[in-house]
């Protein structure tokens, strides 16, 4: 039976629930149609009556193109829009004909058309309505799948997915209380067949959870666990920030470095997070490999017949007494890049490279370059691996004079710049 005092507890709370959002000039909210959306809905046209300055509100409601009744539940959410004085639109993921094949794939092309929606329309945040029982139900998958702290902490409050900034407010309301909500309003919410396919993991895990709640393993008590190991989490990642800016290293090529006795001789949980952090910046991206993966990693790195591997777009490789963490040449590409007088690019989403001379220069990965041409660069490190070259940047002239490689600039007219801000003074090999 559905809590109408509790809902309504729910909705004279709604100051509380929306205070943890930044100042913004507009923001956005992801209709479906389904109750859990729309009492988000709801919720937001009473927060924003309660609050006069509060930014302006765009509904963006979109059609998979997975249903014949998609583009009249698109309508139906844009009436409802209307009806609480929101601007809305209805997006599509394409013309029929090219249909999301996976739910992964129909979640990314979602996110894709809200992100453009979102920058025409000034937005700067998402909200959506993942609640309570969602949270329980992702904190049982990701146990299922071997997921370390980090998943187990499941949907955090704010989160960027696909490139847009997502708060997700409702992760402690009920579901109950969402469907009380949009009843109170005379509201009938969509039903989307799918929520009820057992082909699809979440809802077998939803059909389970009525039954591990009487055993005691509700909704409540999994996210107060997901709550608890995003305490642990983010205390970790502090300790491990911390030792990675006093034990780790960059040089010019954007080659992380760590001695490997300091890296060995943390805790097991700090040093695969140290080794996850160093992928990280040395592959300019998050690095979300398995769990399982970077423990078999570490596991080999360990043992002293390691001579390297490759994971998560890096390679991890002993050196003399440390450990290497480089950008993998292969993931790169081998396309030249034409760099006009003037122009500037974000080159593998790692360093920055403008040229301001005269001339075009020309931009590929250091892979191409050879031992003995490295050797003839001005203060080049003859020890360091060849194969750790292959991830910087090599800046060219038509006459294919090197200009620059990684940060070791040669002329001053071009200018590169890696993004992290994490560099050392001393370089892999040399005295400390």
């Not at 009806?83 to 990314?108: C, H, I, M």
């Not at 959506?128 to 187990?152: C, F, K, N, P, Y």
């Not at 989160?159 to 579901?175: M, T």
């Not at 591997?309 to 963490?325: A, D, R």
Request: a positive charge.
């Amino acid at each position: 039976m559905l809590n109408s005092g509790a809902a309504e507890a729910v909705l004279s709370n709604v100051k509380k629930l929306f205070s943890p959002l930044p100042r913004s000039r507009t923001i956005a909210l992801a209709v479906s149609g389904g109750a859990d959306s729309l009492a988000l809905l709801v919720l937001v046209a009473r927060w924003v009556k309660l609050n006069p300055g509060a930014p302006e509100i765009r509904v963006y409601s979109v059609d998979h193109g997975l249903r014949a009744e998609a583009p009249d539940e698109v309508a139906f959410v844009l009436e409802v829009a209307q009806k609480y004085g929101f601007r809305s639109r209805g997006l599509s993921l394409g013309n029929g004909e090219d249909v999301p094949a996976s739910q992964a794939d129909a979640r990314k092309a979602r996110y894709r058309v809200l992100r453009e929606a979102m920058e025409k329309d000034g937005a700067q945040i998402l909200l959506t309505g993942h609640h309570l029982e969602d949270q329980g139900e992702t904190v049982l998958m990701r146990l299922a799948h071997g997921s370390g702290i980090s998943g187990l902490s499941g949907m955090r409050r704010f989160a960027r997915v696909e490139g847009v900034e997502i708060f997700r407010p409702l992760l402690d309301v009920s579901r109950d209380e969402l469907r009380q909500i949009v009843a109170q309003e005379n509201l009938n919410a969509v039903v989307d067949p799918s929520n009820f396919d057992e082909k699809y993991e979440r809802v077998r895990w939803r059909k389970l959870l009525p039954l591990l709640s009487e055993l005691g393993l509700d909704a409540p008590r999994l996210s107060r666990f997901g709550a608890r190991m995003a305490r642990a989490d983010g205390a970790l990642e502090s300790i491990t920030r911390s030792l990675f800016c006093e034990m780790a290293g960059r040089d010019e090529f954007g080659v992380l470095f760590i001695r490997r006795s300091q890296l060995l001789q943390q805790p097991l949980e700090i040093a695969l997070r140290l080794l996850l952090m160093m992928m990280s910046v040395a592959s300019g991206r998050h690095v979300s490999s398995q769990l399982a993966q970077v423990e078999e990693l570490f596991e080999a790195l360990c043992s002293s017949q390691f001579r390297g591997q490759t994971l998560g777009g890096c390679v991890v490789e002993p050196y003399e007494e440390k450990i290497l963490v480089f950008r993998e040449a292969g993931r790169i590409g081998a396309e030249q890049i034409f760099l006009k007088p003037g122009e500037k690019i974000l080159w593998d989403k790692r360093f920055h490279i403008e040229n301001n001379g005269k001339t075009t220069v020309f931009v590929r990965s250091g892979a191409e370059l050879r031992r003995a041409q490295a050797e003839g660069l001005p203060g080049f490190d003859a020890r360091l691996p060849m194969s750790a070259l292959g991830g910087a940047p090599l800046v060219r002239d038509a006459e294919k004079k090197v200009l620059a490689l990684g940060e070791m600039i040669l002329v001053p007219f071009v200018r590169t710049r890696h993004i992290s801000e994490t560099k050392l003074p001393h370089k892999p090999g040399r005295n400390e």
